[in-house]
């Protein structure tokens, strides 16, 4: 069997699985999102930022693909729900089976939203469904404005892009607009916030619009039930 | 047959060809550099630096792993020759078969130095040898201290790690020595250089470094032959 051939039933198999994920999580009524990025793009500090923007009235919690448990271990001293997927240094990519495990030892009964760190690659993830709501991809602004065109598919999937580390964009160099442009080039539909762990810029227009996807996840629930 | 023994094969298969390819750089007395990193830590601002700094006496040639052509335009505006293995947004890494193919058409004959520039990803790159005499990794100070941690198995096989952007460490709130130590935790023989491509720092140790590797290359094709 060719590489190609296998390659095509792993991602059938996969979307299988995250099809089952996603009847779960539509049943419990709990917004998943797929957190994506390159290495140290900011996935986690954007977790902690979003978890203290968010009121606590909220039931959450965060599985984290990570082969250190540190990621884990920040979310937790929020008072936060956490899991590790411990990956490996050779894994990738989360993938739906890996998820459904976690789900079977860190129930998403009750959850308002489930976030979840997938490991730092802006290829790989891009093509494994995990069952989420929403893709949600960052980008840190010292990575070079043409990265939406160079990792196209990344950004093409997206719901919704972070800009992030804004902070920096003037000392390397970056022209937020030029940045935007080259999102929306492969990517009209997408929602984009610019945005500044470290500063607090822009975040509360994303945690605003995450509320607002929390509370329709909700009504969508109410409405069939 | 399961996913891990397709996998095996794969790598047994790239190994073969890798053994190829580096027999025949070998044989020329071409030092051939793979140079990885996660997108957007400066594989492509290092590799104009390097042209910039190593006397036009070297003949030397550029391969750009890259789904967009931008890389070998920036490379063929210095006048080094540059081929482009043209990825698509899937392909997570450069192979052996790759660079084999590249070679057909882009001779290394009389090369002192090729460098390759890999698929902006900690990951896969690291699992394929391209038959290369050293492997270099970048690693962008705003990613974060712990990044050599995290992504252990790429730094572990690394001969050079280059500390890039420093300039951005500050702003960053990196601290330079915390994060080699932790190049040094899981890889204690690797060549270490912080340097930034913006400011110029560093850049001459690493071209002198380079300099010297490509030296004694040359000298042990002298002695062979």
């Given at each position: 069997m060719g590489r190609v051939s296998v390659l095509t039933n792993v991602l059938k198999a996969n979307q299988e699985i995250a099809t089952e994920n996603r009847r779960l999580f539509e049943r419990e009524g709990t917004l998943v999102i797929n957190l994506m990025s390159a290495p140290g793009a900011g996935k986690t500090s954007l977790l902690e930022a979003t978890l203290r923007g968010l009121e606590s009235r909220y039931r959450i919690a965060v599985i984290e693909g990570d082969p250190t448990g540190l990621d884990s271990q920040r979310i937790r001293a929020l008072g936060t729900r956490s899991h590790q997927?411990?990956?490996?240094?050779?894994?990738c990519h989360l993938d739906a089976r890996m998820v459904a495990h976690a789900l079977n030892e860190?129930?998403?009964?009750?959850?308002d939203l489930l976030l979840i760190e997938n490991v730092?690659?802006?290829?790989?993830?891009?093509?494994?469904?995990?069952?989420?709501?929403l893709r949600v991809v960052i980008c840190c602004v010292?990575?070079?404005?043409e990265k939406p065109k160079k990792y196209a598919v990344m950004f093409h999937i997206a719901d919704v892009v972070l800009l992030n580390k804004t902070d920096l964009a003037t000392a390397s160099g970056i022209d937020l607009r030029e940045l935007e442009k080259n999102v929306r080039e492969v990517n009209a539909k997408a929602t984009v916030f610019a945005v500044?762990?470290?500063?607090?810029?822009?975040l509360d227009a994303w945690v605003a619009w995450l509320r607002e996807a929390i509370a329709s996840r909700r009504i969508a629930e109410v409405a069939r039930c």
């Open positions: 997927i411990k990956t490996t240094g050779t894994v860190f129930p998403v009964q009750g959850l730092g690659n802006l290829i790989c993830p891009a093509s494994y469904d995990l069952g989420e709501s010292a990575e070079g404005a500044s762990c470290k500063t607090g810029v822009g």
